[in-house]
Structure formats: structure tokens, C-alpha cells
């Protein structure tokens, strides 16, 4: 087993979940949501005449419901299945936010169509690690600061995850070639190379 | 070891949620019978609506309105529609009207049960216009310049003059006169504005992506003639702002009108395209810089002479000259701005307003300078070292430029660089460097907090800031613990919502100076009422001591000239009723303001690496050296410098947002043709604080740091260009052809 193979990111891997930063934190107690999205039904219906009943698998928990085909993956996600974790920063496929792993493969959901992921295995960042069980990819961002405003940050970690496995982590540069696909404006840049080279260099299985 | 707590590299309180995907933004917001509204915009720049067909909109599925001029019922404040007192009340356009001032204008607004079945009604609406040939902006203009009103800081003025410039100039030994050319650019902050707007009865609730909720809850309960208490913004987490959150926009407003209309909570997210034009532009300028100096290099005169473009509607300047009036030593200067106006989206408030392009033309000025008279760019820099603000004729609160200066250039190698240009190279790469000053005021407005001390040691901290990624939760927690002397884990923030009290906008900087100063203020206040309850307690050890010999340290209230004599502040809050100790402050500048001149600065140097053959460029070095008062998180901190530093990359050879200057449109709306970096682009980054005590400045002891890393770099690698090839590229962005062009 390489080390490329170590970082899995759809829950088998979570034996290897580092433990946790030990940094000082405070409490954020932030204004409550206007509804919690526990309180929410689970999935909500697709609304038109042209849905077709469907079958997604996500973060290794199937969902049946009705969508319609237009609907993409990421707008289905955000809206209807309250994850909210993958971002929409273009809805064109320009920027990243709302990368997910399909087959363990990246993708930007902005630009896949739910419909035509049956059958596959989809992982968003809430199926990369909790905030009790981090992934040492996630910890690593913390640790260097790889983001700023953290709203490209699910696309950043999920990209960054993949190229752990694929093996693209040789160098500084190849992390940055590799990482091009996903914008931060914040221009965390530095800190996401930082993070994923401490991750590659720590990177033995548990 | 112990925990230093200010300065030391605390992780972000929110950071867990940020990696998990639990941090909420407001598009992340769901309401039960939520409705989701989406744009239509105008295509052409100038002119009017003649018809708007709304009806096969109207018949789709899920379609619960399409509001235009037509059928929107008028706000009953909209009388209030003017350009506000500062940069954030701007004009809006709110379909009251059928004037089309510009290209990518909010016409109509088409809300359905979904995200998609409103997409696809707005898509189905179908406009006809008017149109009449639109003014169009820099460079292309030809309008008669005008002299603004005002600048967006009322303290800075439109023009200055000191000294005689003509006479100064006459006996200049030598002489300079360059006009620098910077481009329209969009902040695009990676999420998209988005409003959530829930009215219940006369309340309205917002979840919004804003640099300033309590701006914003006033501006909207403005437009809807309701008082502010009746509006509530909520920002937990902002996706970035770089200035286009701060002002108030139409997309807020209008989100609380269509949710006013279809009785139901209603989202409004902006496509990216709809954020070219609506939501804010730094303006495109022209400035002209004149210096007279002596053959030694000493500046005896300076003109700097900048022209902006604004909109048809509504008045904002880019006020890029205003530190050319305080960076350099100069009897005679003059410093103006003109304005021209075009069919545009008003222009607003970017990373360093005026302070971005104003820099990138002064300190290119001063590198052309430098080789003119055959001296290192960092002498004739210090033949002009500023001791004083000239214009303001102030002493500096603070400034450690010179440390800046040396420190920077040691750790970049500045004494590898061999002076003449195109005398560095690798192969077939030209190596170049340069550098540039840089400088920020610091900012400061009037906040408040409260703070409660709980009898177990805890502390409460209420305070309204929203965080749009600077790190404002993490340093106000910090600030909070330092004061009791504490771990941030025992401090609980409550932030992001109207409901707590007042702070500024989230701009210029301003954040830990103003709210920051708020904290320490209201953790003063606390600690002054534990010292009266421990002076009139017969059982403290305190007892009877003065309030001014007394400390706090690790929660520990003691005698400052006997550190043994004391208690713990748990152990004093217990003895007296176990009741928590409170305090509410409001914190403002004073006369500091008027006795001194208050700036961050900082030396930025940078590498470039160009092929000769393609004109390819590639950043290879950039290390500055900032010095900004206290650093208050030396983590968040440094990622604030190094985003500033990025957006200079950016600037210096990226962002442009080009417009047709037959019909006004841009034509790169999106986040593919208009180029921001990626990781690709940036390349290690060694930026870093000196040290730099400031008890001046504010009561926190800190200087802004969000948008100086910009004032440098741009210059800095523009400078380098130059170096490396010995081609003076005076237009942003400095692009490949630009490089290769034998014109330019
Ligand atoms: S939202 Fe999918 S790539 Fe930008
Ligand atoms: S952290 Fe803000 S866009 Fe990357």
C-alpha cells in the first residue's frame, strides 16, 4: 500500500482521522438559522410535472426521490437534500466550489445532472469528516489557514483529497497544477499547498 | 507552555465548520414555502423599456410572479433613493421605473417554487427597448471631466495643494511626467450576493451576504419607511466581500420586495453574471504624475493628477491620489480628481480604494524616477522618507517604514539584483526585480459590545460584527481573553446579527480597530467593576486598595505593587452572590485624530521570471515586510497580508473587465474570461509583521491589514516587468502582448 492509497474520503478512511487540533478555539455562538434544517422534511419534492422518480447514493446514503432532468446535481443537493456543504460559486464550471468526488473521481456537480447519477457513489464535504472526526485533510486546512472566508474551501479540501489519492502531491508545483481547477478569492493559496504537503509528509495509515 | 495568547497563531473559532461544510452562508438558508427569485437583466446601456411581455413567463410551472416596472408596488421609502452620506448608500435600481441606465441591469424579477422553474420564467421574458448610443467609460470616453463633490472618506478632500508646484517645478533639475492607465475590475467574491427575506407582519428578517448588517438593516428599513429594530439582518458567515458587500444593493432590497409580494420567503442569489454591473466596480482610471527633483534626488515638486469614470445615476470617485499626499517628503504638491460620466454600474469601493491603482501610478513613478537618476529604488525612496504628514502637517502615530525597507530586502536578496535592466537572466528567462511602499490609514469608527464576566470564569462576548474571512470572530474572542487574561476557549462570541450591538461595516480595514477597541473597552469597564466589588469587600484581599494599583492576569484580580496579594476573579464573583459582572460600551476615536496621522506600512518586493520568446510571466518571489501596530492572531493575520499580496498578482497582470465600447456590455462576464489567479499563479509567499507598539492609534493597538498588502505589489511586480526587460508597461494588466508589443 503507497501512501497515495492511505486517504480515503468516503468513510473507510476514517480510521486514519487525525485527533483533534489541539490549538485554542473559543465558542461561536452564532444567530440561530431561520429553521434549523433538522427541523426541515429530509428531501423536499421536485415541484414539476416532468420529474421522474430517482435513485442518488451520497456520502454512502440513498436517497429516493423525484427530480426533474434539468436539475443539476449540486442544485439538488443544496436545495433539496440539505447538503449544503458544496458551494455554487459560477454554476458554469469555472471556479470550483461545488466539487464532489462521483466513483471516487472529482467533478463539478454544477455541471452533472442528478439524473444521470444512479448507480454511483457520490461524496460531498459532509462525507469527508465531521467536525468530531476530522479528516487530516481538514485539520491540516485549520492548522495553515487554507482558506479565508471558507467558501471555496469544500471544493479545495475535496480536490486536495483526490489528489492525495491520485498521487499528485509530488511537489509544490505539481500541488498547484493540480489544485488550478478551484478558485479562492480570498487567495489562500500558500496556506492550501501548506496544508496538503503536511498531510502528504504525515500521510502513514493508522 | 504558556498560551501568549495576542499575537499567537490561533486557529479560527470557526474553522471546524469552515472544512466541514457546516459554516452557513446565506444561501445555505431554507425556510418551509421558500421561493426563489432570479433576475432578468437589461442588455442594452442606455435608453428605456418600451415593452416587457411577461405572459409566457407567467404560464410556466411553479411561477409565483414576475415583477417588473409594471406590476412592483412603489417602496414608501423609496424617496430615500439618492446617494447617501457615505459610500454605502448607493442608487439602486428597483423596477420602478422603465429607465435602462446601463448594460446588465436588474429589469424584471421572476420568482418561482424552485430554483429552476424561476430560471426558466425569467428566461421566458421577453423586453423590447428604446435604446439610445451609451456613454461610454475609460479609456474610450470622450465627456468633459468634472470635479467630484466629494471623495468616498469625507476626511479625505477632492483636491489639495501645498507649496508652490509651479515654481518648484520651473527649478527642478529633473523632471518626470508619465499617465498610468489602470482597467475596471470586479471584486467577485466567491459567493455570490444572496438575500434570504422573511417578513413577519411589519418584521422582516434577512439572512444576507454583507460586509455591514446593521448598514444594510438601515438602508432597506429606509426603502420600506419602517424603523431599523424592525429589520434583523443575519450574516453568520460571509463567502467574501473585498468591498462589493459593503454598500448597500438592490439585490437585498429587492429580495425584501419579492417576498413582500409573494407573501412567502424568498431567496435571491445572484448568478455570476449578474454581478458584473449591479453590485459594484472599481473604477477604471487615467492618472498623471509629474515630479521635479534634484539631480541628488530630493522630490521638490509632485503633481498627481487622477481621473475617474462614474455612473449616470449616481456619484462615487475612486480616490486614487490621496496617498501620493502622505507617503513621500514634498513641499510642493497638488493632488486632484476628475470624474467623467458613462453607462455604467456605479462604480464602489474595492480592496483598496483609490489606494490600489493610486499606488501602482506613484510608485511606478518613482522606479522610472529612480533609473533616471541612476539611483537604487530603495535610496531615493529613503533620500524622501516622510517624518511627518505633510498635508495634514501631523506627526505619524507610528511608522517603521525604514525597518520595513531593510528587513524586506534582506530576506528577499534585494543586493543580488543588478541594477540595469534586462541584465538578469536564466536561458531564455528574463529575471527582473522590483520593489514598492506600501501604506493604509488606519481606519476607525464608532463600535460597541458587551461583555459579561459569568462567577465560573467565562466570558460572554456579544457583539454585531459579521466576519467576511478576515478572522474578525477569532480576534475579537482573543481580544476578550486577553483582557481577563484567559484562554480563548473560555470565551463564548455571539456575532453576525443586529440583534447585537452596533459595529461597522466590514471595510477599509476598520474592523479590529473599531470593533476590537469596542472589546477591550467593555473588558475594561468589567474589570473596573470587579475592582470596586473587591475594594468595598471586607473578605478580598483587595480590600480598601486604589482601583488604579490593581491588575488583572490569568483571571486573577491583584495589587500591582504586591502580585501575591489577590484573588482569583471567580473567587471575588462567588463570595458576592455568584452574579455575573456586565458591561456595555460604545467606543469611538478621540482627539488622537486630530493630533496625529495614523498609517500601517509596509516594503513589498517581488521577482519576476519572463520568457523572452512568449512573453509569458510568472511571478517567482514575493516577500514583504508589513508594520501595523499589534497583531492581534499572528495566523489570520499573515493569510490577510498574503490575500492582499494575491489580489497585487491579480492586478498587476490579470483582472480586467472589458467592456465594448460600442454598446457598454462586458464582455468577460464570468469567472473564466475574467482572469483571477489560481493556485498556478501564486507562487511562496514570504510576507511578515515587524514589531511595532502603536498606544496611540486606538485602544487595541492595531492598524488595518486587510487591503495593504495591494498597495505594494502591484507596483512591486510592475517594476520587476520593467527590470527583467527593460519595457515600462504603464496599462493594467500587464499581459503577454503587452510584453512582446514593440510599441508600447
Ligand atoms: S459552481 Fe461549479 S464550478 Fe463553480
Ligand atoms: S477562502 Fe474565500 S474564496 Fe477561498
Redesign the pocket.
Known sequence: MTDNDNYMVDGAGRRWFLKQSTALAGTLLLPPLATPSSALPGTVPAASSTARPITLRVNRKTYKLTAEPRETLLDLMRNRLNLTGSKK?CDHGQCG?CTVHIDGRRAYSCLTLAVMQQGRDITTIEGLGTESALHPLQAAFIEHD????????PG?LMAGAALLREGHTGSADEIREWMSG???????YPG?VAAIQSVKKGGTPG | MEPKLIGDPVDRIDGKQ?VTGGAHYAGDIKQPEMAYAVLVMSTIANGTIRDIDTADAEKLPGVLAIMTHKNTPRLPGYDANKPGATALGRVLHLLHDDRVDYSNQPIAMAIADSFEHAVDAANHVRVTYQAKTPAPGLPTSKAEPFRPQKLPRPDDPVDTQRGDLNKAMAAAEVSFKQTYHTPTQVHN???PHTSVAIWEGKQLTIYQATQGIFPSRERIAEYFALPPENVRVIAQFV??GFGSKGPVWADGVLAAMAAQYVKRPVKLELRRSDMFGMVGSRSATSQQLDIGASRSGDFLGMAHRSLNQTSVFDDFSEPAGILTRVLYKCPNQEVTHRSIRANIGSPSPMRAPGEAPGMFALESAIDELAYQLNMDPIALRLKNYAETDQQKELPFSSKSLRECYQQAADRFGWSKRLAAPRSMRDGNILIGMGMASAIYPTIRDEASAKIKLNADGTVLLSIGTQDI?TGSYTAMTQLAADAFGISPDRVTLRAGDTRQPKTPVSGGSRTTASAGSAVVQAAEAVILKAKQLALNDLKSPLNGQKESDMAVEKGRLFLKSDPKKGEALTALLKRNGGNALEASTSSKSGEEKEKYSMYAHGAQFAEVRIDEALGEIRVSKLTGAYAAGRIVNAKTAHSQLV?GIVWGVSMALLEHAIHDPRTNRIMNANLAEYHVPVNADIPDIDAFFIDEKDEIVNPAGVKGIGEIGITGSVAAIANAIYHATGKRIRELPITPDKILSFTA
Not at chain 1, 182 to 188: F, K, L, S, T, Y
Open positions: 460559486g466550489a487554507g482558506f479565508q472566508c471558507g467558501f471555496c474551501t479545495q478551484n478558485i479562492c478569492r480570498c487567495g489562500a492550501i | 469552515k467574491a466567491l459567493e463567502g467574501g474571512g490575500g
